[in-house]
C-alpha cells in the first residue's frame, strides 16, 4: 500500500525544516507505539514458553492434549472454511451479477458477524441446538449432540468467520464486471464452464486472501467456541481452548508453549497476506477499476 | 427454453440478465444465511422476549448487569478514543511518508485481526502482571494495570485501533494533492490545510473506524477475560456476565443479556452504515 501518489513532488508542498522535524517525530512516535503495543506481546508469548528452556517447550506442545486440541482445530478449520468458499462465491455471484429487491439488506446481513459479540454468536446456537434450545430435546433423544460436541464448534466457527470470503469477493467482482461472463454465455457456455473458465481464474486471487481470513480467524476463535465447546478435554477443546485451560490451570509455561503454534499461524497468515497482495495486486485491481468507471 | 421462464418466475429480480445461476445461488445464499444467522437469532431474541417486558427490563437492569454495562462500555469508549487517536497516527504515517521497515509496519497493523484473543489476552496480562516486562515498572509507581478497569481498556485498545487504520488509511492515500497544492498556493499554513481539507474529507472515515473499534470492544471476550480480574461490579465485563449465567443455566436471563448487546450491536452497525451512506450522497453531489 506504499504511496500511489507522491505527495511531496509538488514545490508547494515541500516540506520546511519544522515539517521535517514533525514527519520524523510523527515516524518515532508511531513505530514506538507499535513496538511497544504489539511486538512486546509476541515477543512476550515466546519468552513465557521458552522460559523453561527447550526440552520442557517440546514436552509441553507434545502433550497428548495439546495435540488432540491441534487435530480439532485442525478439522473444524477444514469444514468451516469451505462451506464459506462457497457461500461467499455464491452470495458475491447473486449480489454482483444480478439486481434485486433488498440487496443492501443481504449486504447488510453478512456484515452481522462482524458486529456481533462472539458470546452471543455462541450462545445462538445453545438456544436452537442445547438441551433447552428448540431442536435440542429431539436430537437428543435420536443421540445427535450439536452443543459440547464438534458439531457446534463447527456451527459457530462458521457463524463467525463467513463474511470474511463475501466481503472480499463482492467489491473484487463488482469493480470487475459481468462483461468477459456474458460474452462466453453468448458464444454458447454452460453455467458451469463459464464459472471454471472465466469467473474463478479471475476471482482465484481475491477468493485465497478472503479464504486466508476466514482460516486464520477459525483457527483463533475463542469466545463463540469456548460457549458451544464445553471444554471436555481430547474431545471438544480447539487449540485457543487449550491455551485457556491450562492457563487457569496455572500451568502458564505450557500454556504459553501452546500460545506459540497460535502465534506463529497468526504470523504466516500476515505474511501470506503481504505476498497476496504484492503478486497479484488484489486490491489495487479494484481501486483501478473503480477509477475507471 | 426453460432457462428464460425461471428467470421470469424470479420475482424480485429487477433487471434481467443472460448470466445463469440466479435461482442456485440466491437460494444457496438465502438457505445458508437463514440457517447459520437469522433462525439462530431469532432463537435468542424469541427466548429474551419469553421474559415479558417488565421482566426483561427487571433482568437487564439488575445492578450487576447494569455494573457490567459501565465496566463494558466506559472502557469500551475509552478504548475507541485511544484507538482513534492512534490508529489516525498510523494511518497518517503509512499513508503519507516513507521510510524503511514501512511494509513491515503496514503488515504489523493486522497482527490483532490475525492473533487468536486468547493469546493476546494471556500475553497482555504477562506484559502487565506485577512481575512482567511492563508491569514491574508500573506497578511501583501505583499504576495497576492487570486486573483493573485499566487492562479492560489495553486489551480493547489492542483489538480495536487496527480497525481505524484500515478505514482511515485508504482514504488518505487516496486525497488529491491538488487539493492540498491549491490551499498551500492561496496562503493555508500546515494546520488550516489539516483542518480544512484533509479533515473533512477523512472524518466519515475516521467515525466508520472507531465505530467498528467500538462495536469490537464492547463485544470482546478472549482478550480481555484474562486481563480483567472478572470481580462483580467492578471488572466484570457484559460478554463475560452472560458467560456466568449460562454457567449457572440460567439460560433466559442470559438471552434477556444477549438481547441488550445485540440491539447495541446493531445501533452501531446503522451508524456505520448512516455514515457511509451519507459519504457516497456526498461524494455523488461533488462529482
Redesign the interface.
Known sequence: ???????A??A??QPSMQ?RV??VV??A???L??A???????A??FA?AFSQGWAMYRDSIRQEDVLSALRLTGLVACIAVPLNM??GI??S??IT??????KSL?I?????????????AG??????F?L???LGPWLSDHNFHVIFAVPGIV?AT??VT?PFVARELIPFMQAQG?DE??AA??LGA??WS??WRVTLPNIKWALLYGTI?AA??S?????AV??VSGHIRGQTTTL??E??ML?NEYS?TA??AA?TL??L???V???L??IIEATSGVHQQI?EKEAKS | MPDKKAKKS?S????S??????R???A??LI??TV??????T??LL?GARLGFSGFLHTVTAPRVMASYRVTLGSAAVASLLSAL?GL??A????????PG??I????????????????G???T??YAES???GRYLEPRGIHVAFTPLGIVMAM??VG?PFVVRSV??VL?????AM??AA??LGAN?WQRFIRVIAPVAFPALLTGTA?AF?RA?????SVI?IAGNMPMKTEIT??L??TK?EEFD?TG??AI?GA??AL??M??LVV?LTQWWVQRREGKRV
Not at chain 1, 500500500?1 to 505527495?7: F, K, T
Not at chain 1, 511497544?36 to 509476541?42: A, E, K, M, T, Y
Not at chain 1, 483457527?219 to 469466545?223: A, H, L, N, Q, R
Not at chain 2, 497518517?92 to 521510510?99: I, Q
Open positions: 500500500m506504499s504511496g500511489r501518489r507522491e505527495h513532488s509538488s508547494l508542498l515539517q514533525g514527519r510523527l515516524i512516535a508511531a513505530l507505539f507499535l511497544g503495543f504489539l511486538v512486546l506481546p509476541v512476550a508469548v513465557q462457497l457461500f455464491s452470495a455471484w447473486a451479477r444480478f439486481d434485486f429487491h433488498g443481504l447488510t446481513l453478512i456484515d452481522i458477524p462482524l458486529a456481533v459479540s462472539p458470546v452471543v450462545m445462538m446456537y445453545v438456544e436452537v442445547g433447552h434450545g428448540w456451527l462458521i457463524f463467513f459481468s461472463e456474458v454465455v453468448v454452460n453455467g463459464v464459472f481470513l486464520s480467524r483457527i483463533g476463535e475463542f469466545g469456548s460457549v485457543p481452548l491455551v485457556e492457563y502458564f500454556a504459553f500460545a497460535l502465534t499461524a497468526a504470523i497468515t500476515l505474511v497476506k503481504k481501486e | 424470479w424480485l429480480l429487477t433487471r440478465s443472460p448470466l445463469p445461476g440466479v442456485l445461488s440466491m444457496f445464499t445458508y444465511l447459520i444467522v437469522l433462525i439462530p437469532l432463537a435468542i427466548h492512534f497516527l498510523l497518517w504515517v503509512l499513508a503519507r511518508y516513507s521510510f514501512k511494509r509496519v503496514d503488515a504489523l497493523v493486522d497482527l490483532p485481526f490475525a492473533l487468536p484473543t486468547a493469546v493476546a494471556i500475553s497482555l504477562a506484559l512482567g516486562w511492563i485498545s489492542f485501533f488509511q485508504p492515500e487516496d486525497l488529491d494533492p492540498e497544492e498551500a498556493s500546515v467498528l462495536a464492547a463485544g470482546e471476550y478472549g484474562f460478554a463475560l452472560i458467560v449460562l439460560y442470559a438471552a444477549a448487546m445485540l450491536s446493531f452501531i452497525m452504515n
